[in-house]
């Protein structure tokens, strides 16, 4: 009976408080000097912790960034033609392109008469073509010769945008207020670090119907005269009714890419070289569907990947 006395003195069960009081309680308890269930003494030791723990995870990573990058090259990617995710198949892209509210179109559609209805296409060309202009270029930017070999390191070939570009100029509305003919169309390669193009000549031609024979006979013609380095460009209608209605097409200020721009190496102000496509007399107030393919022997192509090739739709009321 003496032991359970002591006990019942030692150990008394605590009052019982309400949801109020044992939430005050847990804020603040008076009686042990605990503020959220920890002594000021405990609060310490635990902020120290995790102060230094956190410390030396930040200090880890910090170093592991540092060294990730001495791995890395800030003007070069570290994984480069077939290695890297882009690969060494470069693909076309065209300007104007469609409103961005209507994302996944690819239609050109406008009226030539209509002055408000085609300012949004030429807007977004001059857009485009702003780096071009002689004010916005850089000096390391100088005039090179066609078809020769790119130049020195640090430096980069011009594209000169001279009155030969006609129709396809500013001035001139890029054709889109001719009232008889269309529009310019201009369309670039796709820039791959390091990327050269393996030209086409007479020998190393595809003996299948790939390539058409009026292209094949550009080719041959161009050699002759030494101005085959181009990664040439075709246009034409996907569908027999396509083919109809484009209509001539003249190729500005050349049918291709020529060597000089190649390789890109990440210069300052490099240019991408451009093709501007006159479409001199399409057929209007109808649907032209109209595939663009850039040729090389390195370059392959695939609708479905959009390797090599651009689609658009063109329609002039």
Known sequence: MADKQKVSEYYTRPPTLG??????????????????????????????????????????????LAVFYQTLDARKPKW?????LIGDNPGLGFRPMPPESNVESTLIWYKSSDKGNVQYWQNQLKLFLTKYNKDNKLQTVEPCTPFQNATAPGKVCDVSMTKSWHPCLEETGFGFEDPKGGPCIFLKLNKIYNWVPEYYNSSNMPNDNTMSEHLKQ?????????????????????????????????YIPYRGFMSQYFPFQNQDGYLSPLVAVHFE?????????????????????????????????????
């Open 19 to 64: 949801k109020w009081e044992s939430f005050r309680q847990f804020l603040w308890n008076s009686e042990t000097g605990q503020f959220l269930g920890r002594t000021g003494a405990s609060w310490a030791k635990i902020l120290l912790f995790y102060l230094i723990f956190y410390s030396v995870l930040a200090g880890f990573f910090a170093a592991m």
């Open 80 to 84: 480069q033609l077939s290695s890297s």
């Open 218 to 250: 550009d080719i041959i013609n161009a050699e002759a005269a030494n101005e085959h380095r181009l990664v040439w460009v075709t246009c034409e209608g996907e569908n027999p009714a396509d083919k109809e209605n484009i209509g001539t097409l003249r």
């Open 281 to 317: 007399e399409p057929k209007r107030g109808v649907l032209i569907n109209i595939e663009c393919k850039a040729w090389a022997k390195n370059i392959h192509h695939d609708r479905a990947d959009k390797r090599g090739s651009v689609h658009f739709e063109l329609m002039i009321d």
